[in-house]
């Protein structure tokens, strides 16, 4: 085979393979993230804040945000969860419903949902915004926006 001929091809075998790696399975990943947060609510119904943290990402740059406090760092929002929910009682039983998932590229996302804490005298309940980083190759919640 001539040599332009060969290079040609070893060309377009080459962008072949980058727009293959390239691809992503948007439902696929928002299928990944919608299973992080299952495993959240299980995590915090068996009165586990420890587990329910690791879907957030463990970096000091995390936010979660909520009335007018702004919490920033990974430590500080588990610290924050442990004070505000120091019992079984006060952590209830929670709900997440409505997910909606949508894919903002291969390597972030935005997450609408609405949460509920059924309890023994109350049942609080609200809306968050979640927004999911892949950071090495894991999805995890880099800002939670709770109401």
Avoid at 125 to 132: A, D, E, I, K, S
Wanted: hydrophobic share 45%.
């Amino acid at each position: 085979m001539p040599r332009p001929i060969l290079r040609a091809f070893a060309l377009a075998t080459a962008l072949f393979v980058l727009a293959a790696c390239g691809r992503h399975d948007d439902a696929a990943d928002a299928n990944a993230i919608k299973s992080i947060l299952l495993a959240q609510q299980a995590a915090w119904n068996a009165g586990d804040i420890d587990k329910f943290m690791t879907g957030y990402w463990k970096s000091p740059r995390v936010r979660f945000v909520s009335g007018d406090k702004i919490t920033t760092g990974w430590n500080e929002t588990l610290a924050r969860y442990h004070a505000r929910y120091p019992t079984r009682d006060k952590m209830g039983q929670l709900e997440f419903s409505d997910l909606d998932v949508d894919m903002l590229g291969p390597d972030s996302a935005l997450v609408v949902g609405r949460w509920k804490l059924l309890r023994a005298g109350d049942t609080p309940h609200g809306v968050f915004t979640l927004t999911f980083r892949r950071v090495d190759n894991a999805w995890v919640i880099v800002v939670d926006h709770t109401s």
